[in-house]
C-alpha cells in the first residue's frame, strides 16, 4: 500500500500529540482521565502509558484502516479522502493534547474544546457530499 503525503502528515501529528505526553510524563498523573460526561467530569481513567499512547495508536488505526477501506470502494474524488485523512490525524491529535492539558491540571470545559471537532466534522461532510456530486 503507497503511502500518501496525507498519510505522513496526519501520522506525523499523531506521533507529535504522544510525543508531548512523553515529554510531560514526570507530571502526568498515575492514573489518567481520558473520559468525560456530558457535564465535563471525568470519567473513564487509564494507567499513564495508556493514556499516553492510546489516542494516537486509535489515530493509526484510523489511517490505516481509511486506506483499507478506500481501497475496497474507492472513492470518485481523491481529494476527499485525503482531506478525511488530515481530519482524523488533526482531530484524534488535538483531542489527545486535550486529555494532556486536562491531566496536567488546566481546567476548562471539555464540551466547549471539543465544539471545533462537531464544526469540523460537519463542514468535513458537506464539503465532501457537494465535491462528491460536483466530480
Known sequence: ?????SDLVASGLLVAAAFVGVVFWESLP???????????TPDS???KPVGVVLAPAIGLASIAFTRVAVRADPSSDP??????IYFL???????????IAYNLDYRFSMTV???PVFVAAGVLVVWAIYRDRIA
Open 1 to 5: 500500500m503507497a503511502l500518501h503525503r
Open 45 to 47: 481513567y487509564v494507567s
Open 113 to 115: 474544546a471539543l465544539g
Open 79 to 84: 481529494v476527499i479522502e485525503n482531506a478525511t
Open 30 to 40: 498515575a492514573e489518567m482521565a481520558i473520559h468525560f460526561d456530558a457535564s465535563g
Open 89 to 99: 490525524g488533526g482531530v484524534v491529535s488535538y483531542v489527545h493534547l486535550l486529555v
